[in-house]
Structures are given as C-alpha cells and as structure tokens.
C-alpha cells in the first residue's frame, strides 16, 4: 500500500503508519476551535496552533516584520512593532494581490513553524489547528483527517460579537470570506457539535480522543 493510500483509507490507527496521525482541526470564526483545541491538548494530544503562530510572527518582534516591512514600508507596521492589522486591511480593500503577497511572506514560515512544533511535541497524535483549511483547498499540506467543528451561523456570531466586541455587520462580513458551514461539513471526516453548553464538549472529545489515540 502507497503513502497516498494508507493516508485516504486505512483505519484511524494502522500498524503500518510510518508516522503519527495528523488530524487537522477547522471550523469557522467563533465556533470554538481553541477552546476544543485546549480539551485534546488537556488530553495529552500534541497540538499545534497555526493562529497562534501567524499572531507570534507579526507581534512586536516577530519573525515577519523585517519581510513584512520591506515589503509594504512602515506604514503596515506600528509604533510599538507589530503588524498593524488595521492599515493592512485597508491596503487589502481596493487591491486583492496585497493579501496574496503577506500570505507569501507568511505561509512558508507558519508552514515550517508548524513543522518545527509538530516534530517537537510529545502525543500519541498530533493536531494541526487550521482556521482556513477547507478554504485553502489543499487540506493544509497533508493532514491524515479534518476535524470540523461545527455550530450554527447565528451562535458563531453571537460568539465573535461577545468575544471581540465587534459590530454584527463586521462579523457577518467575516464570515461571508470564509467557506459556508455546508462547505465545511462536506470537507469533514470528524465533527464535533459546539451548538450546545461547553459541557457538551467533553464526551465528544474524548471519543474522537480515544479514536485518534488509537484506543477504541
Ligand atoms: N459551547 C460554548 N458555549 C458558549 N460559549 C462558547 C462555547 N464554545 C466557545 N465559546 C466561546 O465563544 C468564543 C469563541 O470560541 P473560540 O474557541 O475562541 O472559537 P475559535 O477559536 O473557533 O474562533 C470564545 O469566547 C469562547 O469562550
Ligand atoms: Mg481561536
């Protein structure tokens, strides 16, 4: 059996596996990736955030300001040295190949970031936290099994408006970027149900934990 093979139809777990699983984990803005991410890391799962690494690269110091800078000049880049996401949006609005050309700054160094802490961390499976990876449409550079996490629209709203204190019309602006819950659902070979109480959650984690670990 080829590597292309084993990856698409095995079982979860297979003797013959030459590598950990790789599950990737997305949902929408608001569904609650992190706090699902938090409940397997908890579990001993070897998560990996690639958010949390874009925000890294591009805070005060990080490793994308330099390219980021040279790149677009120091209007982009604030007093104190992060990113200004602000002023990066609005150079995004009126000329689409300014977002293609800080994804090309940045997705080679959140890819090879991600690999770094993927090889680093210790975990009976790894987990790739992937905002945009059914929008990407390459399944994130080879995860083994995508890992939806799903609520209605109208919740992830809600949610965002509570967390960020941005405005509805903001939010559904998001969300209007991103790929449909239809669009996801159909990329997903997981799903876990964030409709509900975050009491809810923990069940549905520790079955698909138990599955990834290959205990059940
Ligand atoms: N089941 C839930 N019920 C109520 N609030 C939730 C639930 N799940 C997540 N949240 C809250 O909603 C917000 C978005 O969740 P988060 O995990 O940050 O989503 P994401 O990482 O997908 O953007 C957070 O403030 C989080 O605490
Ligand atoms: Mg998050």
Do not use: W
């Not at 698409?8 to 949902?27: E, K, N, W």
């Not at 800080?102 to 680093?120: F, G, K, N, T, V």
């Not at 509900?196 to 599955?211: M, S």
């Amino acid at each position: 059996m080829n590597a292309a093979t084993t990856a698409a139809h095995a079982p979860i777990r297979d003797g013959a596996r030459a590598r950990r699983l790789l599950v990737g984990l997305t949902g929408g803005i608001g569904s609650g990736k992190s706090t699902v991410a938090a409940q397997f890391a908890a579990r001993g799962a070897a998560v990996v955030d690639t958010d949390e690494i874009a925000h890294q690269l591009t805070a005060p110091g990080g490793a994308a300001i330099a390219a980021i800078r040279a790149e677009f000049g120091d209007a982009v880049i604030r007093a104190d040295g992060a990113l200004d996401r602000d002023a990066m949006r609005e150079r995004a609005f009126g000329d689409p190949s300014v977002r293609r050309r800080l994804e090309a700054i940045l997705h080679p160094m959140i890819r090879a970031e991600s690999q770094r802490r993927l090889a680093a961390a210790q975990g009976p499976y790894a987990m790739l936290v992937v905002p945009l990876l059914v929008e990407s449409g390459d399944r994130a550079g080879g995860v083994d099994r995508v890992l939806v996490i799903d609520c209605p629209v109208d919740v992830q709203i809600e949610r965002v408006m509570r967390r960020s204190g941005l405005t509805r019309a903001r939010v559904e602006s998001i969300l209007a970027a991103q790929a449909t819950r239809a669009q996801r659902l159909a990329a997903a070979d997981d799903v876990i149900d964030n409709s509900g109480e975050p009491a809810a959650l923990g069940v549905q984690v520790d079955a698909l934990h138990r599955r990834y670990a290959g205990d059940a």
